[in-house]
């Protein structure tokens, strides 16, 4: 098979996710946007590891080893992500990402502090 | 041992007792008590011997160099002739007395560690000072005490009135410091030295470049530190320390390391006749004008510090006549005869709770309860006035003795107008120290009104050192026969003329003031008058602290209290007004010094906070300006950030790509 399937599949993935990533509001949709991020480098470091072990470059199949810690760690990271997620919509009763400013830097600093009282009442 | 030997013990175990004290204040409480007392004990026999083995014969001079030290080399050094010996055995005496009567007056103070090991460094500078033989080691012994009097001034630091006063003497005392400073470099120049003995010999041989110039300087360190007008005012606002520490630094010691300093050099001084007219003429104005302050004075304590002011005019009127030995003598008896007026006066602000005069005066059978300071005090005051046959009175004929002999002409080593001065100067105060010596005792013991409060009898050690003093004052002026021999052989006999004149002048103030006080007297249970300390059964040092700091609230200010029916008011007249606030120096001084400075201050502050202030606030604008635009993009909204991340990236890549391409 040629290299460029592979590769354009892992292209399209990750613009897909790159696109949930940018656009999506709801943060379980993100996530999952993440997620395909990640899986389509996974795509190419099989891809190039298969290609690069037929020129005999490579024997170690070292892509193929990265691929298994990448996933390891994307379920990890994916648990965390969910639990903030759901600790969030517990506490503010809503995951849209467009509603969580906390963090934003306004000209009257007392705003967010009183977005985050009403929230907690 | 050799006297030499000895003589480096003397000034050494206090010191060490100090440093002692210092370290085991807080760990060992139990050891504070003996190390205070028995090192200035122990330097008090050692002194004895040094004057034994003395004798008033050959000086002693023992020097060593440590390291080369530039030009001028200094050397610890001693010189210990008879001046030396017999002055270091009244320091060792009166500070030992004080250290015994400080345990009793101070029991109960949670900072008598600290004070006891600064009163036993005073006394090792002070023992110092005496003994050096060197100029620059003298300083260091001379501003050693000046820092421990700053100290002990405000050993009270609650109250502002110490801590006013220990500001204002260590303030002066420098200024008089720096010119003195200045002219002991002057002086090691000429000498190329600063070895006593050497300064001495060049003074001798004529080698002296500018003795009026060096003479006037030095002149300024002692009015600094022996509080000669118009350096003095520090001293009466002092008094605002515990009396122990006025009785040993402000009365018998310290104050007189000027006229001692004057002492040694002293062909330095008579080398210029402008420097001993200069002299005379502070002599004279110190002795007469301080004599008049302590006549209007309210607090016990502040009389007797204008009264020391006057006794060390008379020390220097003496030099100025050039008669150094009758100066010592004065400095002799009065140190022991001060001294005691202090610890006796201690007692009784202890035991009647208040420090005032007026209040006193308010009190019946005050004397009752204090047996001890009523009689001690009787002999001393006795010999402030100089009546005979107490120490004061020898003394003081010395200095008016020497003051006619130079004024008559009979000498050559002083100008004859310098003599004149001091002369008329001295028997003038002679009539004023009788008049506020009889008012002080009249006031303080012969109070009528209601009965002095009984707080039981006073510690021992505080009336058992009163009366150890108390011998010297009485008797120590018999010693005028053998005192030549330690000092420069001039006779110190009572002269007949001055010592009728000086004794009738006494009599004379004594007894008006005594009328003056029959006639004013009765007003005294018309006008109800006094404050007595709030904890009487505390310790005297409480009961002083009390004292002192409630005086300008009851009386209105810490000198005077408008009390009728005060001798000194009948007796000064117009000029009360005027003598309770000391002439008014401290006004003209804040006129002069105070307020310009303060001025000056408000200008720094003026140009610091609105000039130099400006200009940083200016160049901190633009930076917060730029901040707060960048800040602006921080929305909050995760998505912005990574898109922003994303596009940044793709430009990177773009460029990295033309780059790598070479387009």
């Known amino acids: 098979m040629h290299l460029a399937y592979p590769a354009v599949l892992a292209a399209l993935l990750f613009c897909t996710g790159l696109y949930g990533v940018l656009a999506r509001r709801n943060a379980i949709l993100v996530l999952m946007s993440v997620e395909l991020m990640l899986n389509a480098v996974n795509l190419?470091?099989?891809?190039?590891?298969?290609?690069?072990?037929?020129?005999?470059?490579?024997?170690?199949?070292?892509?193929?080893?990265?691929t298994l810690f990448t996933i390891a760690i994307a379920a990890a990271e994916i648990g965390i992500g969910l639990a903030i997620v759901l600790a969030v919509y517990r506490n503010r009763g809503t995951s849209d990402i467009d509603k969580l400013r906390d963090t934003a830097e306004g000209p009257d600093s007392g705003a967010p502090a009183a977005e985050k009282a009403e929230a907690t009442a | 041992m050799t006297t030499t030997t000895l003589a480096v013990l003397v000034p050494l175990l206090p010191f060490l007792g100090s440093a002692a004290g210092l370290l085991l204040g807080r760990t060992a409480p139990g050891f504070v008590r003996p190390l205070a007392v028995l090192p200035t004990l122990a330097a008090l026999g050692l002194a004895v011997l040094v004057a034994v083995r003395q004798g008033g014969g050959q000086a002693v001079n023992a020097a060593t160099e440590l390291t080369p030290t530039g030009s001028v080399p200094i050397e610890l050094a001693l010189h210990i002739d008879g001046f030396a010996a017999?002055?270091?055995?009244?320091?060792?005496?009166?500070?030992?007395?004080?250290?015994?009567?400080?345990?009793?007056?101070?029991?109960?103070?949670?900072?008598?560690?600290?004070?006891?090991?600064?009163?036993?460094?005073?006394?090792?500078?002070?023992l110092l000072v005496v003994y050096s033989?060197?100029?620059?080691?003298?300083?260091?012994?001379?501003?050693?005490?000046?820092?421990?009097?700053?100290?002990?001034?405000?050993?009270?630091?609650?109250?502002?009135?110490?801590?006013?006063?220990?500001?204002?003497?260590?303030?002066?005392?420098?200024l008089g410091d720096v010119p003195f400073l200045i002219g002991l470099f002057a002086l090691a120049t000429d000498a190329g030295s600063f070895r006593i003995t050497k300064v001495l010999g060049t003074v001798t041989s004529g080698g002296l470049h500018h003795p009026t110039l060096v003479a006037l300087l030095l002149l300024?360190?002692?009015?600094?530190?022996?509080?000669q007008f118009p350096l003095h005012t520090w001293l009466p606002d002092a008094m605002a320390g515990?009396?122990?520490?006025?009785?040993?630094?402000?009365?018998?010691?310290?104050?007189?390391?000027?006229?001692?300093?004057?002492?040694?050099?002293?062909p330095v001084f008579q080398a210029s006749s402008v420097a001993m007219v200069v002299l005379a003429v502070m002599a004279a104005v110190t002795m007469a004008g301080s004599a008049l302050a302590a006549l209007a004075q309210d607090d016990i304590k502040r009389v007797l510090a204008y009264s020391t002011i006057g006794q060390l005019g008379y020390m220097t009127g003496a030099l100025a006549v050039g008669d150094r030995g009758a100066a010592v003598f004065h400095l002799l008896s009065h140190g022991a005869f001060k001294a005691l007026l202090f610890l006796a006066a201690g007692v009784i602000i202890h035991a009647s709770g208040t420090n005032s005069l007026a209040a006193m005066s308010r009190m019946k059978d005050l004397r009752a309860r204090v047996?001890?300071?009523?009689?001690?005090?009787?002999?001393?005051?006795?010999?402030?006035?100089?009546?005979?046959?107490?120490?004061g009175f020898f003394s003081k004929e010395a200095v008016l003795g020497a003051a006619e002999h130079v004024a008559t002409g009979?000498?050559?080593?002083?100008?004859?107008?310098?003599?004149?001065?001091?002369?008329?100067?001295?028997?003038?105060?002679?009539?004023?120290?009788?008049a506020y010596a009889t008012r002080l005792w009249l006031l303080a013991f012969r109070g009528r009104g209601a009965e002095a409060p009984d707080h039981g009898r006073q510690p021992l050690t505080m009336t058992v050192t009163l009366w150890v003093l108390a011998v010297p004052?009485?008797?120590?002026?018999?010693?005028?026969?053998?005192?030549p021999d330690w000092f420069d052989d001039r006779d110190l006999t009572p002269v007949l003329t001055t010592s009728v004149l000086g004794t009738g002048l006494a009599l004379v103030g004594g007894i008006v003031t005594y009328g003056a006080w029959r006639h004013t007297t009765a007003m005294a249970a018309r006008v109800p008058l006094g404050a007595v300390a709030a904890h009487p059964e505390g310790d005297a040092g409480l009961v002083e602290a009390e004292a002192i700091a409630s005086h300008a609230p009851a009386y209105g200010n810490v000198a005077s209290a408008p009390d009728p029916a005060d001798p000194g008011r009948l007796l000064l007249g117009p000029l009360h007004r005027h003598a309770a606030v000391g002439f008014h120096l401290d006004a003209v001084y804040a006129t002069l010094f105070v307020r310009p400075v303060q001025g000056a201050a408000a200008v720094v502050r003026f140009l610091d906070r609105e000039v130099v202030d400006t200009y940083v606030r200016g160049a901190g604008a633009l930076p917060r300006w730029l901040g707060a635009a960048v800040r602006r993009a921080q929305t909050g909204n995760v998505q912005t950030y990574v898109s922003a991340l994303l596009a940044g990236t793709v430009v990177l890549v773009v460029a990295a790509l033309l780059v790598a391409t070479g387009a």
Not at chain 2, 242 to 249: D, E, K, M, N, Q
């Open chain 2, 242 to 266: 515990p009396t122990p520490v006025s009785a040993l630094i402000h009365a018998a010691t310290m104050v007189a390391a000027g006229v001692y300093f004057i002492a040694r050099l002293l």
């Open chain 2, 473 to 483: 004052s009485l008797a120590f002026g018999l010693a005028y026969g053998p005192l």
């Open chain 2, 86 to 126: 017999l002055v270091a055995v009244l320091v060792g005496l009166v500070a030992s007395c004080v250290q015994i009567y400080s345990t009793g007056y101070l029991r109960d103070d949670p900072r008598y560690p600290s004070y006891a090991a600064l009163v036993s460094l005073f006394t090792s500078a002070m």
């Open chain 2, 220 to 227: 300024a360190g002692v009015a600094g530190k022996s509080a």
């Open chain 2, 371 to 391: 047996p001890d300071a009523y009689w001690t005090m009787t002999v001393a005051l006795l010999a402030l006035a100089a009546i005979p046959p107490f120490s």
């Open chain 1, 44 to 66: 190419n470091l099989v891809a190039f590891d298969i290609w690069l072990s037929k020129t005999a470059r490579d024997t170690l199949h070292s892509g193929q080893a990265l």
């Open chain 2, 133 to 174: 033989g060197d100029l620059i080691v003298l300083l260091v012994g001379w501003e050693i005490m000046g820092i421990c009097s700053y100290f002990l001034v405000g050993h009270y630091w609650e109250t502002p009135e110490a801590r006013a006063a220990s500001i204002k003497a260590f303030l002066v005392t420098k």
């Open chain 2, 410 to 434: 009979h000498t050559e080593h002083a100008p004859g107008a310098a003599g004149w001065i001091v002369l008329v100067a001295g028997l003038l105060t002679a009539v004023l120290t009788a």
